[in-house]
């Protein structure tokens, strides 16, 4: 699957972070645990989490996660891939608040990987994703994808109208078993042809 490089999703980006920390205020975290796992060059940092001193942060590129670890120094920066790397329980040491996950593509096996491990789980959570899936789904590839084949198998393989509504359905089965519900969901399609997904998810034990 082509790498996203859609620019115009920025500012979405941007305003999807800040309804999730203005939730947690609302909830009395006003210095939230922010986890984001596809770190990049540590742009959505600069603008919308540099008052936040503690975090985990992700980035595969050796460069890129020296320049985050200059960035924000009291946070853990893990030079890996997230999705093994939370699969064995990396950034456990700290009780996310507000879990960021920004991939090329599927986010799925990023969020079981967080909440199939092992790791100490906050009674609230907020998670702000941005999906990449639906580029493939449009060209009918739906049914490539591991993470779709039980919704593939209920609604077939032409989910394009239907993807965020999938969306939360996948996300309240990828949370159940850690205890959770999803306690409210909202979204939108955005970019280039429509082709990504953003969502904002409250979960509660």
Not at 88 to 109: E, F, K, Q, R
Request: aromatic content about 10%; overall charge negative.
């Amino acid at each position: 699957m082509a790498k996203q490089l859609d620019n115009s999703t920025y500012q979405y980006k941007l305003a999807l972070r800040r309804r999730a920390l203005g939730i947690l205020e609302e909830r009395g975290v006003d210095t939230p645990v922010v986890m984001e796992t596809h770190g990049g060059r540590g742009e959505l940092w600069k603008a919308v989490y540099p008052h936040l001193t503690q975090g985990v942060v992700f980035e595969t590129d050796p460069q890129k996660s020296a320049t985050l670890g200059k960035q924000r120094p009291t946070w853990a920066v893990y030079e890996s891939d997230c999705e093994q790397a939370l699969a064995v329980g990396a950034g456990a040491h700290l009780t996310i608040d507000l879990l960021d996950v920004d991939p090329y593509g599927s986010p799925w096996n990023v969020l079981c990987g967080f909440f199939e491990s092992e790791r100490p789980l906050a009674e609230f959570m907020v998670l702000a994703v941005n999906d990449g899936l639906r580029q493939k789904i449009t060209v009918g590839g739906a049914w490539s994808v591991k993470r779709l084949a039980d919704v593939v198998s209920k609604y077939g393989n032409d989910l394009h109208d239907q993807y965020l509504s999938i969306c939360r359905e996948l996300m309240e089965g990828t949370i159940s078993e850690a205890g959770y519900r999803v306690t409210s969901f909202s979204g939108y399609h955005c970019g280039n042809k429509q082709a990504m997904t953003h969502y904002l998810a409250t979960i509660e034990k």
